[in-house]
């Protein structure tokens, strides 16, 4: 009986002593923020717009090697025009800030500055307070849905909220049931 309990004891203690010369490289999930691959950013490939026909053929525009084409993405331009501004200023300028109309529009509710620090830090101070359990630090274990839970929206029932409300909103995937 004493054999077979040291040999318990000593095939856990080997299976700890082989678990801690794993590698430490840990593989990057959707939740982690930081991209730790050395390969092609998939949210930096924007797709081109639409081709157009132009309404006279024997009058097109000259050719403009290493210049922009009618089909070259142009977020910001779009972004600024959906938003109600006028992307061809920020085409002429270069900078968002010639769109005075836009910007007053966005700051209309009061303009913080350091927004960006002061959310890194209040988010560090959260992280901080609602950063695991013992076992979940030791293994590094990904709490992050559970940390902003609270913070999280309940899909389901802002869709049956709005349509309460008489919003039109599209047509959403049924719940999917857990228990088996």
Not at 9 to 17: D, G
Not at 66 to 81: I, K, Q
Request: charged share 20%; hydrophobic share 35%.
């Amino acid at each position: 009986m004493q054999m077979v309990r040291n040999t318990i004891v000593l095939a856990f203690i080997s299976a700890l002593a082989l678990t801690g010369c794993s590698s430490n490289k840990k593989t990057p999930d959707l939740l982690s923020f930081k991209n730790s691959s050395t390969g092609p950013d998939e949210f930096a490939v924007l797709p081109g717009k639409s081709l157009q026909n132009p309404d006279d053929y024997t009058t097109l525009p000259a050719p403009t090697p290493g210049g922009s084409n009618l089909t070259d993405p142009t977020p910001d331009v779009d972004a600024v025009n959906a938003l109600g501004g006028r992307g061809s200023l920020l085409e002429r300028n270069g900078k968002l800030g010639a769109d005075s109309a836009l910007v007053n529009h966005a700051s209309r509710f009061g303009l913080a500055s350091g927004i960006r620090q002061t959310l890194a830090s209040e988010d560090l101070e959260y992280r901080r307070r609602h950063n695991g359990r013992l076992l979940e630090r030791w293994f590094s274990v990904n709490i992050y849905a559970r940390a902003y839970k609270s913070m999280s929206l309940d899909r389901y029932l802002e869709l049956r909220r709005l349509r309460l409300a008489g919003v039109r909103t599209p047509a959403a995937p049924p719940r999917v049931s857990t228990a088996q």
